[in-house]
């Protein structure tokens, strides 16, 4: 990688909700009705407004995303990326991911943000394997930011340290 780019990305262990950043990214589900693992996280941590707003988005289908604000979170605003349910790597999983991690980017641009942070998506309960998932999202984001000055830094919030682990890895 660029290390001009590699200067951008960085990776911490921890709690994505307790990060100050201008946006952070949800691995969410097609109906944005809330959910287990980070999901969960993120909406108890914002309040039920979080969900109210989401009940009128419409849904977001698997590799898209969608923006709201960050409520009662130190973030200002969470975009909501579905990742793909891991279905053993023939499904168009690695596009559907890459396509996660660009679309949440997009936004991020447009709403003028400097700073997201991500989470492993689809590797909690979408089963997406680390190594493969860490692989594909790192040259993701890698590929955006070779082509955009914004945002200025990208951080993976990696819950544990398998995660972390993967991620610094593929970096
Ligand atoms: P998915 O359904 O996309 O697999 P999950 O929420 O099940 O989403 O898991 C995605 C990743 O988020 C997993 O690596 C999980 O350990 C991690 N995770 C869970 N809670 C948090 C949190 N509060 N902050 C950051 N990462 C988290």
């Known amino acids: 990688m660029d290390p001009s780019i590699a200067k951008r990305i960085k990776l911490v262990r921890g709690d994505i909700t307790r990060l100050r950043v201008d946006a952070i990214v949800n691995a969410a589900n097609p109906e944005l009705r809330g959910g287990g693992g980070v999901d969960g996280a993120i909406h108890r941590a914002a309040g039920p407004e979080l969900l109210a707003k989401c009940a009128t988005l419409g849904g977001c289908p698997t590799g898209s995303a969608r923006i709201t604000p960050g409520y009662n979170l130190p973030a200002g605003y969470v975009i909501h990326t579905v990742g793909p349910v891991y279905s053993g790597g023939d499904s168009n999983e690695a596009d559907l991911l890459s396509s996660c991690y660009r679309e949440s980017l997009g936004l991020v641009v447009e709403h003028g943000c400097k700073t997201v942070a991500f989470p492993a998506i689809s590797c909690g309960v979408y089963g997406y394997p680390l190594e493969d998932a860490a692989r594909v999202s790192l040259a993701a984001v890698a590929g955006f930011l070779t082509g955009s000055a914004v945002p ?18 593929a970096l």
Not at 154 to 166: E, K, N, Q
């Open 152 to 169: 200025e830094e990208v951080i993976w919030c990696l819950f544990d340290a398998r995660a972390y682990d993967a991620f610094e890895g």
